[in-house]
């Protein structure tokens, strides 16, 4: 089988189960008023959160409403659990493949549960809508939500597996754009207005610039240059190519996703504890403690999300057992303390732009006067951003390897 065969078939596998996925958005659970559900949801900060990895699920409430969440919930669980539990850390680092399924096969547990959690939480808020509440209706809930989670995990692993680009992400990625059309439906402008005009492309020039800053913050990485021993002794200079990477936004897009959701606890304090809205009101996104709150949220989960992926000290104690260094760094302690520092500087930058995106579709409305890039907050684009720039370069290493595979016969 060619690579174009290949490539042919994991776009297939991949738009089908896609287009199986967000069918199943969309077929309701009976039982429920599902128009004065919908009515009531929709200036509710938290399911409007929800929503972006659900599109539009909880508003819905269809049998894939919990879609990706529980599976993502529990693979942040057990990336925390790893470096509490040695056993956990022992499997994924030293037991290679078998000790990787292992951990695979736990993250699964744990999504059953945790969707199974958080389909009982949703069988308790949507009483008020449902026609008939009983026990049984609650059981039925249950089963369809947690179902239907297991069913869209299985579809993510299977993309992941067989299909194009990483299944989770590329099914956030859905959601996120099938979005983008319902909240451009209720801005129309007469071409005949020039200054409606105007903002059009004022709006679409902030966009782009939005779009291009995310981009380069995205892909921005510090080159930390590595000598051997092997090398010093035949030049007397730096190979180029032997560098570690590390990238700006080590922690990619959880850090800003964990202080959006922080963020919206304080809009359902308000509006369902009265007797906190005195203290609480300075939170909300028109308070003034709202956006440093914000930003120390943002700064705080990239320094820990950041602890998570990357150890200073597992690359120092690497770095010595190849007989590698860094130029001008004594090994062992020194480089640890050398690579924290640069860690520290890059986390702190990072968390820095992430908040400066995460307040621009805010200053492009208060400038253009048009709400539609609000919908499109910081953690919509970088998914975006993220998952195709991911699905573009694996695409492009397999065209490369169809030229190579060409060149060879």
Not at 9 to 27: D, E, S
Not at 66 to 84: D, E, F, H
Not at 246 to 257: E, F, Y
Request: net charge positive.
């Amino acid at each position: 089988m060619t690579q174009n065969t290949k490539l042919r078939n994991k776009i297939f596998v991949t738009t089908l189960i896609l287009l199986v996925a967000r069918l199943g958005i969309f077929i309701p659970i009976p039982g429920i008023d599902h128009n004065a559900l919908n009515n009531n949801l929709t200036n509710n900060s938290i399911i409007s959160f929800l929503n972006i990895f659900s599109g539009g699920g909880f508003s819905v409430l269809g049998i894939f409403a919990l879609g990706i969440v529980p599976y993502i919930n529990a693979s942040i669980v057990i990336q925390l659990l790893i470096k509490i539990i040695p056993e956990l850390e022992t499997l994924q680092k030293e037991e290679g493949e078998s000790g990787r399924n292992k951990i695979t096969q736990i993250t699964r547990y744990l999504t059953f549960i945790w969707a199974i959690i958080q389909s009982s939480g949703i069988a308790l808020w949507v009483k008020p809508y449902v026609f008939n509440w009983n026990p049984e209706f609650i059981i039925e809930l249950i089963l369809t939500l947690t179902v239907g989670s297991i069913i869209t995990m299985w579809f993510a692993e299977t993309i992941t597996e067989f299909g194009l680009g990483n299944g989770p992400s590329i099914l956030i990625f859905q959601n996120i754009i099938s979005g983008i059309p319902k909240n451009l439906k209720n801005y129309v402008f007469s071409i005949y207005n020039k200054q409606e005009i105007s903002i059009i492309l004022l709006t679409f020039l902030f966009f782009i610039i939005m779009l291009i800053i995310t981009v380069l913050i995205q892909e921005s990485s510090r080159k930390i240059h590595i000598v051997s021993a092997k090398q010093l002794t035949k030049i007397n200079e730096l190979n180029p190519q032997s560098y570690i990477p590390l990238k700006l936004n080590q922690g990619g897009v959880m850090p800003i996703v964990f202080a959006s959701a922080v963020m919206t606890l304080p809009t359902y304090l308000y509006n369902n504890f009265q007797a906190l809205r005195f203290i609480i009101k300075w939170f909300n996104p028109h308070g003034f403690l709202y956006l440093p709150l914000y930003c120390i949220f943002t700064i705080l989960f990239s320094y820990f999300y950041s602890s998570l992926i990357i150890n200073p000290e597992d690359i120092a104690k690497n770095l010595k057992k190849m007989g590698a260094s860094i130029p001008n760094i004594r090994p062992g302690s020194d480089t640890k303390k050398y690579l924290e520092s640069i860690i520290y500087k890059l986390n702190l930058l990072g968390a820095l732009f992430l908040f400066c995106i995460a307040l621009m579709p805010s200053i492009i409305t208060d400038i253009t006067k048009v709400n539609t890039l609000k919908g499109l907050g910081a953690t919509s684009l970088l998914i975006l951003v993220g998952v195709a720039v991911d699905t573009a370069k694996q695409i492009q290493t397999y065209i490369i390897s169809q030229q190579y595979d060409n060149i060879l016969e």
